[in-house]
């Protein structure tokens, strides 16, 4: 998957070490509450910085194993299978296109641009961005494919059209 994660020491200074406790609370109480709005929905015990672990409600849709990673409690995440989409290049080999993937950072609360928390669709292009769209980001992108793809039919009539009008030309010789 295209999305990094730092390891950061577990250690951390008197005034950090409260803001740690400060944020597993803050992030405790949030997962608590939104699994007492759903009762019996999945969670999974997530570790995190502190030495403590956190239940989480855990989206049907996520396949990160939260019990093998160790994050600060407000970078929490979600994210679903990575799926890719290829393409054949004229001499046989596959391509990537781009890859495509379901995220979610319910906890965080830091300033960070619009667009990267919450619910979200992530795609990631060849030149390593990563771009976080919504149901009608991803609808435009469905539709901007659609139009490339109608555009390569097209193309694929002229030069079918054009070798039959050659064949055509040749046999009137």
Known sequence: MNQTTGSLPKTTSAPES??????IERVRAQAAAAIAAQPGRLTADAPVWGDT????PEPSWCTLDHHNRLDHPEDLYHASAEA?????????????LFSVWLANNPYDRGPVPA????????VALPTGDVEDYDESGLTRLAGELRAAAALIDRLN???AD???TRHTEAEAR
């Open 18 to 23: 409260g803001k740690l406790a400060a944020a």
């Open 53 to 56: 672990t956190i239940t989480i």
């Open 84 to 96: 890719a989409v290829h393409v054949t290049r004229a001499g046989g080999e596959r391509e990537e």
């Open 115 to 122: 667009g990267l928390t919450g619910l979200r669709a992530a």
């Open 157 to 159: 009539a002229q030069l």
């Open 162 to 164: 054009a070798r039959a």
